[in-house]
């Protein structure tokens, strides 16, 4: 405890010097932990978003996720009724999603495009998803339809010059290869936030899916856990009751968010670094004017019997109450920050290839604080006992006689 408090002592010797240190560690912890959480921010919402799109677990067959179909529906899955009711079972599923992909032209009578399908099961998609998608006019797709009805990205329907209510056809191949046509009504008009899939998105439902395609198959099934965390023991027991299907997890199908979580990792592995080296740095600077101006107190002090040991201890523990003071107050501007962001929200530009912004949020993991206020006081400690190492071991007459 004494040598704590003398370590406390030498850093008010020169305030001014201690400030900037101090002021120096606590930007830096500051910076690196807003960095750190915004980037687990847009991983959590990324992930959220990739496992409310796919499913928290996506099954199939194999060679659905590995090969090219020459036919609608080659790989797909027969018998749906009873494959739901059997992961139904499991305690953990809470909603089966079936799901038929597939393409096609849609025409108004006058201009024909191509478009990128999609049917699901209206009221439990929209039920268990949330809405994720922004309507621009219209109403969602709904269960139990008279007539055949679809909604169109907004990018698309204004290519097609359609609105809620118009009538248009939807052209496809069936599983046998022929050319099938169904006349479709326009529910509603949508916007997906990225323009190229605006430009391309058809959602209808299940059963007109499957009367255009000419099957009774699905492409996969979408199956929505009670929480993230019964992702790996789910496709564990799924996987074994069900070995002629295969069971893919929602980061399996996240490409979007494997290729973002990578991306910044490297960029904000880079800052982090970066602001590290300033820290020590800065903290060496100091501890190394404190040390020259203190040579023939340090050997004054070997003179009297104290061991190198001890004072390398010392010096460590300056570096320590300035770095851990620096990363202490850091903490707590980027901690008010976070609920600052929280309480007075900011929206973000829209980032490329997407037309939708999304709010600032920083995240608050409480590893990132503990293991960069731990990592900013180790780096300062190394820094002070390096710089000090020559200085202690000098002969002490050396020390004595330094100018």
Known sequence: MKWLTFALQN?????????VTVAVAALGTAAILLASGFALSVYQALAQAAARTTGHLVIGQPAQFTQ??????????????????QLLADPDVRQVLPRVVFNGLISNGEKSTVMLANGVEPDAEFSVKGPFLNMVAGDVLASGAKNAE????????????????????LLASTKDGALNALDVTVKGIFSYGIPDIDNRLVYTDVATAQRLLNTQRVTTLGVFLRDMDAVAPARQRLA?????????????????????????????????????????????????MAII???????????????????????????????????????????AASL?????????????????????NIAFDPLVYGATLLA????????????????????????????
Not at 264 to 269: E, L, P, Q, T
Not at 320 to 335: E, P, Q, R
Not at 377 to 389: C, Q
């Open 11 to 19: 850093t008010q010797r020169n305030r001014r010097r201690s400030l």
């Open 68 to 85: 090219d179909e020459e036919t609608p529906l080659q790989h797909g899955i027969d018998d749906v009724q009873a494959l739901s009711r």
């Open 150 to 169: 679809v909604m169109l990205g907004e990018g698309l329907a204004r290519s097609l010059k359609a609105r809620a209510g118009s009538n248009l056809t």
């Open 240 to 288: 074994a009751a069900l070995p002629a299907l295969q069971v893919q997890t929602w980061l399996d199908q996240a490409v979007f968010y494997r290729s973002v979580r990578a991306l910044y990792n490297r960029i904000f592995g880079a800052l982090g670094l970066i602001i590290g080296v300033i820290v020590v740095f800065v903290v060496t600077n100091a501890m190394a």
């Open 293 to 335: 101006e203190r040579t023939r107190e340090i050997g004054t002090l070997r003179a009297l019997g104290t061991l190198p040991s001890q004072l390398l201890k010392t010096l460590a523990l300056e570096g320590m109450v300035l770095g851990g003071s620096g990363a202490v107050i850091g903490a707590m501007l980027a901690g």
């Open 340 to 360: 600052m962001l929280y309480l007075v929200p900011i929206q973000m530009p829209p980032p490329p290839g997407s037309s939708r912004g999304y709010p600032l």
């Open 376 to 403: 900013i006081v180790a780096l300062a400690m190394l820094a002070s006992a390096w710089i000090g190492r020559k200085t202690v071991h000098s002969p002490v007459v050396a020390a004595l006689a330094h100018t």
